[in-house]
Every structure is written in C-alpha cells, then in structure tokens.
C-alpha cells in the first residue's frame, strides 16, 4: 500500500482589527430586509456579501440589483451566483421604484448582474428602471453601477440615458491582474465605456479592490488611466475572499495605505476619493453625486 502525501489545505489569512464591521441590526435595518423581501427584490449587499451591509441598511439605504441573481461572468474575486440566467422580470423596474419609493431614499444606487446573452446587455430594463425611480421619487437622485457591455456603445447610451445622475462602472484591479481577476474583461475596453459616459455629459466613477497581489505603482498607474479617461470619483477598498473557492487575499493592505491612495488620487485630479479598508463601489455614494 502506497503512503500517499498529505496536502495541507491554504489556511485563509485572519483578519486584523481593522475590518471589524458593524453587525446588521434596529427597526430601520429590519424595515428595509422587509421591503426588500416583500417585492421579491435582489440586493448586491446580500449577493455579494457586502461587509458594510448592517451599516447601510441600518441608515436606510441598500444597492438594488437587477436583471435577476444570476451572472453571465465568471469573475474569480465575485460572490454573486454564476451561470445560466432565467428570463428577466419585466416588472423588476416598478417593483424596484416602489420599495425606492417606500424606503424614501435620497440617493438610490441601481447595480445589475452581466447579461451577455441578452442582445442588449440587459439596456433597456436598465432604461426603464431609472426612468420608473425618477417617476415616482423624482427628488431622488440616482447612481447606476453598470456592467461591461463587451463594446456595445448603443446598449451603453441606452443604459445611461435615462436621467440618473451618476454613472459607475468598477475596473476592479489593475490591468496586470485583469486575466486573473477579470477573465471575461478587458482592461481597455472599460476604460473606453467610461471615456464614453463622460462624452455623454454624466458624473463618472469607478473603484478598484486592492490586497490582490498589485504594486503601489500599479495603482498609481490605474490612476492615471482613469483620469485621462474621464473618471471623477474613484472608490478603493480591501478585497475581501467571500469563499474559499475564491481567490486568496494576498495582503490585508493598512488603512495608512489607504489614506495614502486618497492624497495620491486627489493630485492626480479625482473629484472625490473614497478610500478605505471597507469601501466599497456604493459605500458613502450620496456623497458622490
């Protein structure tokens, strides 16, 4: 009988004090868990295992996420649920405005599975989703975190043409990481989508995780490139490995380091940067508008 060697198993990298967050709890958080729950809605804070969740809810606010719970992509650092997606609900956009409504949200921010199987990438809920929240809470303003459109420039005037104020689109990591991190994307296509969405005359913002294995330099690089591709507000936070099948954080970056990104950015000629251990794309964003 042959001794077969034994594996040990990658112990995943314990948490400094540092990312302690904020336990979900109180009348307001438990209100909106029932309003999202009530109109059958998907939520990227509970999808994507969002650490800020229990802070947000708690003040009223949450990140709605259309075009069903199911993506297209295959993004290694993701929670959310990958694969064959149902067909859309086309009654998600009112569903979506009247728990908005409800909940008397001043900044609404509106995210989206990929829908790469979808001729139009999933525009025209998108469209009429916006157009139904400013129907009826015509005083809120509206942020959309929108996906790659695979250089779909006619779904992407779709998608942002409907009135909402900001308009983000996450480049995630730096663009030596990209196969790694974003396999399905490419790095200077996204920089294209938000070259365009600032043509079109929108606020424009991205962010990006760090603690994946990038250099201060290459950060300072991804930088550049937004800013020369017409990015106003950057958010950048610690990537966090919401499963083991995920992939390892390399490092727990130290919020002096974050600190630091924030002065860089804002030399570099950011508008806003929002930079922390447990930023993330809509954390603080009606701060952005």
Excluded at 122 to 143: F, L, Q
Excluded at 150 to 155: I, L, S
């Amino acid at each position: 009988m042959i001794d077969l060697p034994v594996v040990k198993k990658e112990e995943r990298r314990r948490k400094p004090d540092w990312l302690r967050v904020k336990l979900p709890m109180g009348d307001t958080y438990r209100n909106v868990r029932s309003i999202v729950d009530e109109y059958k809605l998907h939520t990227i804070c509970q999808s994507g295992h969002c650490p800020n969740m229990g802070e947000c809810w708690g003040a009223g606010t949450a990140t709605f996420m259309i075009l069903g719970n199911t993506c297209t992509r295959s993004c290694s650092f993701c929670a959310v649920k990958t694969g064959r997606p149902n067909e859309y609900d086309e009654d998600e956009p009112r569903r979506v405005a009247e728990a908005i409504e409800l909940m008397k949200v001043k900044h609404a921010v509106i995210t989206s599975v990929n829908r790469d199987e979808l001729k139009d990438r999933g525009a025209a809920i998108w469209h009429e989703t916006v157009r139904e929240v400013k129907m009826r809470s015509p005083d809120t303003t509206i942020e959309t975190l929108i996906p790659d459109v695979r250089g779909n420039w006619d779904a992407l005037e779709t998608m942002i043409s409907a009135g909402q104020e900001v308009v983000s689109h996450n480049m995630e990591t730096v663009k030596s990481l990209y196969r790694k991190v974003r396999p399905q994307a490419k790095y200077q296509r996204s920089l294209e989508q938000i070259q365009r969405t600032k043509d079109y005359g929108k606020r424009t913002k991205s962010g990006i995780m760090v603690g994946l294995g990038e250099t201060d330099e290459e950060v300072f690089q991804i930088m550049d490139d937004l800013v020369a591709h017409g990015c106003d507000v950057l958010t950048i936070g610690q990537y966090l490995q919401p499963t083991k099948l995920h992939l390892n954080v390399e490092k727990f970056v130290h919020p002096d380091t974050f600190a630091m990104y924030k002065e860089v950015g804002l030399n570099k000629g950011f508008n806003y940067v929002e930079s922390g251990p447990l930023v993330r794309s809509s954390y603080h964003a009606e701060k952005h508008v």
